[in-house]
């Protein structure tokens, strides 16, 4: 009987220290759901493990979209650049500073237009791994917008250099919207955004503003003076207009009274 009892103890205390083995393997890569990088500048993609644990023997994975070629790849304590995607070739570095306490940030130099998207951090070490997703979105603020009037009734807008895909809204004097007449969006060689526009012009408008937004708040915009303002008729106006009209008015009525008078004149 104690026996049998003490078989059952040893076989608990063995799975009770499998239970704390296997806890103290498993860890989870973490990284933000997304971060924002201006065309052309350095982006830190963060990646940590929770529960800190010292990440120096295993093996980091960056890649998008495929598992390989990869963006980075750290494995058997260096870095490893054979299987890379050109695309960012001498772009990447992964910052190893803090790798013992979990923590080894990517950075990717110089970001492109073509660098957005989901990047997935693969991490494995011999008894667990875990992945994490980020997903990068680059931005390009394009040029102020140009206004140009091409003919007398149709006034133009460009601008050039966006990502993503820009919106462009015209505006008159009191702030209404202008349906444009047309609209076109183009695709440069580096895959940035070129809009124009095109309205015709408001009969009542003095100037013309036209903005340019992207989705990521971003805007840039542009006023220009179409015609000479036009003064709105005001009450004084119309008071000096009657200033002017009943002294006339009183004229023409002597000047009538006169012609009158000296046509009928040889009849009487
Ligand atoms: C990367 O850098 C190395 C040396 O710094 C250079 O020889 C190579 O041409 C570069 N590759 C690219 C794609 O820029
Ligand atoms: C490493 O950690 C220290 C202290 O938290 C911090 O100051 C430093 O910037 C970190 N380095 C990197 C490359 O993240
Ligand atoms: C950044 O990349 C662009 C092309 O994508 C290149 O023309 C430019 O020279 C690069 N700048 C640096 C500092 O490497
Ligand atoms: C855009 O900016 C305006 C003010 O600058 C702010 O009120 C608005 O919440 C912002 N929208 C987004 C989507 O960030
Ligand atoms: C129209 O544009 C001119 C110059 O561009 C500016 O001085 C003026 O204040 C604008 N007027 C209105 C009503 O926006």
């Known amino acids: 009987m104690a026996c049998k009892m003490h078989k059952t103890m040893?076989?608990?205390?063995?799975?009770?220290?499998?239970?704390?083995?296997?806890?103290?393997?498993?860890?989870?890569?973490v990284s933000a759901p997304s971060v924002v990088a201006a065309l052309g500048s350095d982006v830190l993609l963060p990646a940590l493990l929770t529960p800190e644990k010292n990440g120096e023997k295993m093996e980091i994975r960056w890649f998008k979209p495929m598992y390989q070629p990869y963006v980075h790849l750290y494995i058997n304590g260096k870095d490893d650049y054979t299987a890379q995607m050109p695309q960012f070739a001498n772009r990447t570095e992964l910052l190893k500073e803090n790798i013992t306490r979990g923590i080894f940030p990517l950075i990717i130099r110089n970001v492109t237009v073509l660098d957005s998207g989901n990047y997935y951090c693969y991490v494995e070490s011999t008894d667990h791994h875990s992945m994490a997703t980020v997903d990068l979105i680059v931005i390009a603020v394009g040029s102020p917008p140009v206004i140009s009037t091409i003919t007398d009734d149709t006034v133009f807008c460009e601008s050039r250099g966006w990502y993503p895909?820009?919106?462009l809204i015209w505006t008159d004097n009191e702030g209404n919207k202008v349906m444009p007449s047309m609209e076109?969006?183009?695709?440069?060689?580096k895959s940035l955004y070129h809009?124009?526009?095109a309205i015709y012009m408001p009969p009542t408008s003095s100037n013309i503003t036209c903005t340019v937004s992207s989705s990521l708040n971003q805007s840039k915009q542009s006023s220009r003076q179409i015609r000479e303002t036009r003064h709105p008729v005001t009450c004084r106006d119309l008071y000096s207009r009657y200033i002017v009209f009943w002294p006339c008015l009183v004229v023409i009525l002597m000047l009538l009274g006169c012609i009158c008078f000296l046509l009928k004149r040889p009849g009487c």
Request: glycine content about 4%; proline content about 3%; hydrophobic content about 45%.
């Open 10 to 29: 040893i076989a608990f205390s063995i799975l009770w220290s499998l239970y704390k083995g296997s806890l103290s393997a498993k860890y989870k890569v």
């Open 184 to 189: 076109k969006v183009l695709k440069d060689e």
């Open 165 to 167: 895909e820009p919106y």
């Open 195 to 197: 809009i124009l526009s």
